[in-house]
């Protein structure tokens, strides 16, 4: 695993204020100043100081749309990790922006800069989602930046956020597929909260916003998850960082500090249940898994075993570990 050392730039840069966001209370970050190459050398050489075993370190710019910045900016902030490039402290670049701020130019200017991957805040391909949640830019959009970022040899990162506002499940699917389509390099799964200051929040109060449910959001995330792992395409996280600042701010939706968590566990129980629920009652499953994929397989507070119970299967399997398999993988025999 590389060392990403995180740089944060909350809401510089970006052109428009999305119904969805708040980015301080997202990130906990407040802006910095408009001069701040010294604390983005500051930051890499506090970042190199705790660990220097890694040969994969990048430097990621978080929370703005950073090619909106005006271009000067830009490199300033870029200019600041020149010399960890040069020395080889630093192996890439990566920050995060918005599709309709990114074109043939700008991904030039990014790549002889040291950027290799640059995450898309897509959000959704139903041009009337994105239009409802005042993004200011079209589904082409993001499929033409993913195209043009791939064509420069660089790795794009695509943002999608279920449950936004005139989502329904099969627009999310139709996203879903167009995006696996375009085969970015990894995926980011944020299902959609309410935080105070947001124009979200507004519409919630007012009874126009209905959130998600939790366990609607991990299903949904969960079919997501089944379909970029056939794939073959990454799933970076699901769910939003957890912060006290963003906990704080939360008015309403799906959160919850492992919600990653909880949407593996969901895989692994919708993969057992039938395996059991088709083994002859005097019969018992011999599963066999990996010991990394022991706690997701439980479940939090043991979840999926309460409900193997609740469903009268739980004494139907008899589970064991190996160190040896690879993760993800589940062998089983009936006995």
């Not at 920050?95 to 800069?113: A, G, K, N, V």
């Not at 998850?225 to 056939?230: A, I, P, S, T, Y």
């Not at 005097?282 to 469903?311: E, T």
């Amino acid at each position: 695993m590389p060392l990403v050392i995180p740089v944060f730039i909350p809401h510089q840069g970006c052109p428009q204020h999305c119904l969805f966001c708040n980015q301080v209370s997202i990130s906990g970050k407040q802006s910095q100043k408009e001069d701040d190459s010294v604390l983005v050398r500051e930051t890499i050489t506090e970042w190199l100081g705790f660990s220097r075993k890694h040969s994969d370190v990048q430097v990621a710019f978080y929370g703005g749309s950073f090619t909106c910045l005006p271009k000067e900016r830009q490199k300033i902030l870029l200019d600041a990790v020149q010399p960890f490039l040069k020395k080889g402290e630093v192996s890439s670049v990566r920050l995060s922006t918005r599709p309709d701020c990114m074109d043939d130019e700008i991904c030039e200017f990014l790549r002889i800069h040291g950027v290799k991957t640059v995450e898309l805040g897509v959000q959704s391909l139903d041009d009337r989602v994105l239009a409802a949640a005042d993004r200011g830019h079209s589904s082409e959009d993001s499929l033409q930046a993913i195209r043009t970022l791939q064509k420069k040899g660089m790795k794009p990162g695509v943002q999608l956020m279920p449950g936004l506002p005139y989502e329904s499940t099969l627009s999310f699917l139709a996203t879903l597929h167009r995006v696996i389509e375009c085969k970015p390099d990894f995926v980011r799964l944020y299902p959609t909260l309410v935080i105070n200051g947001s124009g979200l929040a507004r519409e919630y109060e007012r009874g126009r916003y209905q959130p998600m449910s939790m366990n609607r959001a991990i299903a949904l995330c969960c079919l997501a998850k089944e379909r970029l792992d056939q794939a073959g395409i990454q799933i970076m996280r699901m769910g939003l960082q957890a912060s006290e600042t963003l906990e704080d701010e939360l008015i309403a939706g799906p959160y919850h500090p492992s919600f990653g968590e909880l949407v593996v566990a969901r895989h692994w129980f919708k993969r057992v249940r039938p395996l059991l629920a088709g083994c002859p009652s005097d019969k018992r499953l011999d599963i066999q898994i990996s010991n990394r994929d022991l706690s997701a397989f439980i479940g939090l507070k043991r979840a999926n075993i309460k409900r193997l119970r609740a469903l009268g299967l739980e004494l139907r399997l008899k589970l064991t570990t190996d160190k040896t398999l690879k993760r993800g993988t589940l062998n089983y025999v009936i006995n």
